[in-house]
């Protein structure tokens, strides 16, 4: 596999898109964030004292999928067409730090266009995990964002991929 963005002397570059078709793209991406039972209770009772947590944090996370391409310096700013951040309240994991309940952010974004939206997907995700992070720090900064990964993608030359379970 060849790295499209430097030149033949090894000089970062913007790959040029000019040529290629517009396409459907999307792309979905996941991470999760492990806070204290105490923290995890006020976010789902929606008693933390800086608001509503996570309808805060899916703004963050639309905000920053938007703003990826001022963001990531060889990034193509992107005309997006959709973006949405959803959380689900996960708990306690069997295979993770048993002191923490963890809360999952999945972030889906679609675009027409000239190249795909995988790193839009994956900066809303860790916008918002941030974003719930800030807002909680008062209570609990022992948290922990693990596990952001793509999950799927749709579209472009490269074809379509789906992330195996581990």
């Known amino acids: 596999m060849e790295f499209t963005h430097f030149d033949g ?22 991470g999760e964030i492990g806070v204290s039972p105490e923290c995890y209770e006020k976010i789902q ?10 309808s805060v944090a899916r703004i963050a ?14 990034c ?18 069997a295979d993770r730090n048993p002191k923490k309940r963890y809360i999952r952010a999945v972030c889906t974004v679609r675009c027409e266009g000239k190249t795909g939206v995988e790193m839009e997907a ?9 974003t ?10 022992s948290m922990e964002m693990t596990d ?4 799927r993608k749709k579209g472009g030359a490269s074809g379509d991929y789906e992330r195996a379970d581990d």
């Open 9 to 30: 002397k090894g000089n970062a570059v913007m790959v040029d898109v000019g040529d290629k078709a517009i396409t459907s793209r999307e792309a979905t991406a996941q």
């Open 45 to 54: 009772e929606g008693s933390m004292k800086k608001g509503d947590v996570l």
């Open 61 to 74: 996370g639309i905000m920053g999928a938007k703003k990826t391409g001022e963001l990531i310096p060889l």
């Open 76 to 93: 193509h700013v992107l005309c997006l067409t959709k973006v949405a951040v959803e959380f689900e309240m996960v708990g306690k994991r």
């Open 122 to 130: 994956l900066t809303g995700v860790n916008t918002a995990l941030l």
């Open 132 to 141: 719930i992070y800030d807002m909680c720090k008062a209570v609990d900064k």
């Open 148 to 151: 952001v990964f793509l999950c």
